[in-house]
């Protein structure tokens, strides 16, 4: 199974910031992934896919880069409701994988 | 409105048996490929498995496979999730999701329902 490990674990930031939070794959999976944001005590929700593609109604403030084994999701500036928890999840590989989450955190 | 309600969670003893279902409105659920994801308490997310339109092609992760079943009756809207010979591991609150595009197979999940807890315990 193709393994995405996300970094940082926790980061720690103020509203206004710029986050960048980094999933890296085990193997190539070109630009087949995507970022979810999940809050506390919700679902998850699509938030990019295709590694840059974003879903239907997310904010311009988040976006997604990268190919092959190494990603970035950013937010150009952290509003409250961002501070909760994104997963990254490939579609290169069956079975399908997720990333162990970022938690963002308010500084 | 594009919903999801789950149902069907609960406490069973490990070896027990459960059955998931999932409620479909909003959307021509005949259309889309089916999933079933799981997040352990305090944990992350795990495909568990996947139903075609007609439920004529299944997919299952390793580590349920041949102990959980999906199928889904289009008629009623609803995807179900069979599990058997559970364990501890499996306790985790279990989502049900749609794939992402119409037909095709759900590389990604846009709408998810708010999840039914399982519990494995003595």
């Known amino acids: 199974d193709i393994v995405l490990t996300q970094s940082p674990a926790t980061v720690s930031l103020s509203p206004g910031d710029r986050a960048s939070l980094s999933c890296r794959a085990s193997?190539?999976?070109?630009?087949?992934l995507a970022w979810y944001q999940q809050k506390p005590g919700q679902a998850p929700r699509l938030l990019i896919y295709?590694?840059?593609k974003r879903a239907a109604g997310i904010a311009a403030r988040f976006s997604g880069s990268g190919s092959g084994t190494d990603f970035t999701l950013t937010i150009s500036s952290l509003e409250s409701e961002d501070f909760v928890i994104y997963y990254c999840?490939?579609?290169?590989?069956?079975?399908?994988?997720f990333g162990g989450g970022t938690k963002v955190e308010l500084k | 409105q594009v919903l999801l309600v789950e149902s069907g969670g609960g406490l069973v003893k490990p070896g027990g048996s459960l059955r998931l279902s999932c409620e479909a409105s909003?959307?021509?659920?005949?259309?889309?490929?089916m999933g079933w994801i799981r997040q352990a308490p305090g944990k992350g997310l795990e495909y568990i498995s996947y139903?075609?339109?007609?439920?004529?092609?299944?997919n299952y992760a390793g580590s349920v496979k041949g102990r959980f079943t999906i199928s889904r009756d289009n008629a009623k809207k609803s995807l179900f999730l069979h599990m058997s010979g559970l364990t501890a591991e499996d306790t985790a609150v279990y989502y049900c999701?749609?794939?992402?595009?119409?037909?095709?197979?759900?590389?990604?999940?846009?709408?998810w329902g708010q999840g039914t807890l399982v519990t494995v315990s003595s």
């Open positions: 909003g959307f021509t659920f005949s259309n889309y490929y």
């Open positions: 999701a749609r794939g992402f595009e119409e037909y095709q197979l759900p590389f990604y999940f846009d709408t």
């Open positions: 999840q490939q579609r290169g590989k069956w079975p399908l994988t």
């Open positions: 295709d590694a840059s």
């Open positions: 139903s075609s339109t007609t439920n004529e092609y299944t």
């Open positions: 193997q190539s999976v070109s630009t087949h």
